[in-house]
């Protein structure tokens, strides 16, 4: 792979642009060396932005061109499942958006590939990397909060207000909605904290009508609100609710609370900032360990 892995980018949305993009632009061990969009302006555009050689509007044609050793693909919901078993067919290592597939059938196959291959796969959850939520998860780890008994996680956004068609709300395309876009990122956190889940139980609720697909057809609709509660293997219990379709002037933005034995750790995140807090409830205040 020569000096730096050479990185191919499926994918020129705003996401692209916000995530993917900023972090590979001066990686030590990577860089991005291919940009694939199906709007050959907007592809050259980014490539132009962003110093990126070789452009393609065919996916195909990028994973076969010699220039990529592997890829990224953040691209609509229904296109993960082709893109990727193409790419583990080349044995390239790749990082793939959630939710991984359409349905259940298509993320096991994709899952089963990879380890028949012994490929190197990754979805980006990427909540596990925030500091704030790295420090909750060591309290609980180092036994600082004590035995955890319940979780409660919440996730609000705006975007899904206004009614208009986009394909992340069409079932036949996206596959799910709130639960395989935003929650599913609570569903992570929830096992990353508290272990394997043994009980589960949802709701999910379409609030916001939307308009036809821009050619006039119908389409069945994916949920824009759901509520998961949870209960784990530890004994603990959760609670995640998620939601598209509230205005970010009230109460947007991300928390997390774990309720144990010893404490309360809060972590907070809105569109002004991020803070984490603890809050000793059961128990005397103790300082919090060296490095922490």
Same mark, same amino acid.
Request: hydrophobic share 40%; aromatic share 8%; proline share 5%.
């Given at each position: 792979?020569?000096?730096?892995?050479?990185?191919?980018?499926?994918?020129?949305?705003?996401?692209?642009?916000?995530? @993917?993009?900023?972090?590979?632009?001066?990686?030590?061990?990577?860089?991005?060396?291919?940009?694939?969009?199906?709007?050959?302006?907007?592809?050259?555009?980014?490539?132009?932005?962003?110093?990126?050689?070789?452009?393609?509007?065919?996916?195909?044609?990028?994973?076969?061109?010699?220039?990529?050793?592997?890829?990224?693909?953040?691209?609509?919901?229904?296109?993960?499942?082709?893109?990727?078993?193409?790419?583990?067919?080349?044995?390239?290592?790749?990082?793939?958006?959630?939710?991984?597939?359409?349905?259940? +059938?298509?993320?096991?196959?994709?899952?089963?590939?990879?380890?028949?291959?012994?490929?190197?796969?990754?979805?980006?959850?990427?909540?596990?990397?925030?500091?704030?939520?790295?420090?909750?998860?060591?309290?609980?780890?180092?036994?600082?909060?004590?035995?955890?008994?319940?979780?409660?996680?919440? @996730?609000?956004?705006? @975007? +899904?207000?206004?009614?208009?068609?986009?394909?992340?709300?069409?079932?036949?395309?996206?596959?799910?909605?709130?639960?395989?876009?935003?929650?599913?990122?609570?569903?992570?956190?929830?096992?990353?904290?508290?272990?394997?889940?043994?009980?589960?139980?949802?709701?999910?609720?379409?609030?916001?009508?939307?308009?036809?697909?821009?050619?006039?057809?119908?389409?069945?609709?994916?949920?824009?609100?759901?509520?998961?509660? +949870?209960?784990?293997?530890?004994?603990?219990?959760?609670?995640?609710?998620?939601?598209?379709?509230?205005?970010?002037?009230?109460?947007?933005?991300?928390?997390?609370?774990?309720?144990?034995?010893?404490?309360?750790?809060?972590?907070?995140?809105?569109?002004?900032?991020?803070?984490?807090?603890?809050?000793?409830?059961?128990?005397?205040?103790?300082?919090?360990?060296?490095?922490?």
């Amino acid at each position: 792979m020569g000096d730096k892995v050479r990185v191919g980018l499926v994918g020129t949305s705003w996401w692209a642009e916000a995530m @993917y993009l900023p972090a590979l632009a001066d990686h030590p061990i990577g860089r991005i060396t291919a940009v694939c969009g199906r709007d050959r302006g907007r592809a050259t555009t980014v490539a132009d932005d962003w110093s990126i050689p070789h452009v393609y509007t065919d996916w195909v044609s990028m994973l076969g061109g010699g220039e990529i050793d592997a890829v990224v693909i953040a691209t609509p919901n229904e296109t993960h499942y082709e893109i990727t078993m193409a790419a583990l067919s080349r044995d390239m290592p790749v990082l793939c958006e959630k939710p991984l597939g359409l349905s259940v +059938a298509e993320a096991n196959k994709m899952a089963e590939v990879a380890a028949e291959r012994n490929a190197i796969t990754m979805v980006p959850f990427t909540y596990r990397f925030m500091p704030t939520n790295q420090f909750v998860k060591q309290l609980i780890v180092d036994g600082y909060v004590g035995q955890p008994y319940h979780l409660s996680m919440r @996730y609000f956004a705006g @975007y +899904a207000r206004d009614g208009t068609y986009a394909w992340r709300f069409d079932e036949a395309k996206a596959g799910s909605g709130i639960l395989g876009d935003l929650g599913s990122h609570w569903l992570d956190m929830a096992r990353w904290f508290l272990g394997e889940v043994i009980a589960v139980s949802a709701h999910r609720d379409n609030f916001v009508p939307r308009d036809p697909r821009p050619d006039g057809s119908t389409y069945k609709q994916v949920e824009d609100s759901a509520v998961i509660l +949870a209960r784990f293997a530890c004994g603990a219990s959760s609670r995640c609710r998620s939601a598209q379709s509230v205005g970010r002037a009230r109460r947007s933005g991300r928390s997390t609370s774990s309720i144990c034995t010893e404490a309360v750790a809060r972590c907070t995140r809105s569109t002004i900032g991020t803070r984490c807090r603890r809050y000793a409830v059961c128990a005397p205040a103790r300082p919090v360990p060296p490095g922490r």
